[in-house]
Every structure is written in C-alpha cells, then in structure tokens.
C-alpha cells in the first residue's frame, strides 16, 4: 500500500513565523497536493505539483508556497503565519485515480 | 455552485439502523471515491467505483453514471462508524470534495 507521510499531527505556531509542512510518499507517484480543511468549507486545494519542480496554484494559494525538490518530498511553507491559517492540512499523493491520503497535520497559529 | 454536493450535512442515527449518504456531481468524471474521515484523524479512501455497485463488509457504495449520482450505505451501523463521509469527483489534475457528512451513531 501507498504511504503518504506527514511529518506532525499537530503543530502550534506563532503569527509571523515561518512554517514547514513536510510531506512524504513512498510509491514513486509523480502528483502530490496540498489541501487545508476547514469546517463547512471542506477539502479545498492549496497547491499541487506534477513532478520535482513543478508546481501549480490551487485554489486558495495566497500565503503559501510549496517546494518540490524530490519526488517523494512536497512542503508546504507558511512564510508568515497568521491566525486565519489555522487549520488542518492534508498531503495526498496519486496515480491514475487512485488517490492516498496523509494524516492530517492539525496546525494553530497563536 | 459547488461541483459536488453531498446530504445530509449531518446524521445522527441509532446503532443498527441502516443509513445512505447522498452524493450528486455536475463534472464529467470516469469514477468517484468515498473517503472516511475519523475525528482527528487522516482520510481513508473506502471505495473507488466507476459503474454499478461495490461492497465491502457493511459498506455499500452505488453510482448512477448518467445521473450523476452516488450514494453510500451502511447496514447494521455502529458507533465505530461514527466519522465523517467525503465523496470526491477526479476530474483532469483536480478532485472536486463534497463538504463532508457527519455521522454519529449512538450505541
């Protein structure tokens, strides 16, 4: 079975720091996404990339960036977090129409 | 207008009841997934189906392809069953989400 691993469960972090989300999947998938859930809005994307460099905007990537350095790593970056980014994150790799899930990272900006 | 709408919001049901999840999709897509999300915690996919019906355990997920509809039941359910149900419609690079239907089954 595919692994997608997110490196924390739950992080706290202040406003204005730098944040790393780090994602890693193990099945040599070249798609990886980003989303952020938030309660009655759903899953919505924040960025994805379709091999190593690559990226593309979602649809909410205003305060985020991403970096693809390798295929099987895919941060997401906070450059300076704020409140309103409080949230759970999800990392998702896929192939075809199969589609795997990380844990979640539930991050609070205080 | 959201790509996928799902219903109810929210379900309370009793233990043992029989319970159907709604999904309804305007994009055009070959298959849709039904995830499980448990309360704090990260999404499992439970069914990815293009035509007709999947069954797993006392999990039974349908789709009309031409209606563009999917629903998901659960026979016997139990308290263990209590999460939230995504259905989720992959279209080119993208997979459009429905928000979600919370479950709570009450022993």
């Known amino acids: 079975d595919v692994k997608v691993t997110q490196s924390s469960r739950y992080l706290v972090k202040r406003t204005g720091e730098k944040v790393f989300l780090e994602c890693v999947q193990d099945?040599?998938?070249?798609?990886m996404f980003w989303y952020r859930q938030d309660p009655g809005l759903g899953l919505r994307l924040i960025y994805f990339?379709?091999?190593?460099?690559?990226?593309e905007k979602g649809d909410i990537p205003e305060g985020y960036s991403v970096s693809r350095e390798k295929k099987e790593r895919f941060s997401l970056i906070l450059e300076s977090a704020s409140t309103n980014q409080t949230s759970m994150y999800l990392c998702?790799?896929?192939?075809?129409?199969?589609?795997?899930f990380g844990s979640g990272t539930r991050l609070t900006v205080v | 207008k959201n790509e996928v709408e799902q219903s109810p919001q929210n379900l309370t049901a009793q233990e043992g009841e029989f319970i159907t999840i709604n999904c309804s999709y305007s994009?055009?897509?070959?298959?849709l997934h039904w995830l499980q999300q448990h309360p704090g915690g990260g999404i499992v996919s439970l069914f990815m189906l293009s035509s007709g019906k999947k069954k797993h355990g006392r999990l039974i997920a349908t789709i009309n392809i031409q209606e563009k509809h999917s629903s998901l039941h659960i026979t016997a359910s139990h308290p263990r069953d209590s999460a939230v149900y995504i259905c989720a419609a992959p279209t080119g690079n993208q997979f459009y989400f429905g928000t979600g239907t919370s479950l709570t089954v009450i022993p």
């Open positions: 998702a790799s896929r192939k075809g129409y199969g589609y795997t």
């Open positions: 994009v055009g897509i070959s298959a």
């Open positions: 099945m040599d998938h070249e798609n």
């Open positions: 990339s379709y091999d190593v460099k690559m990226k």
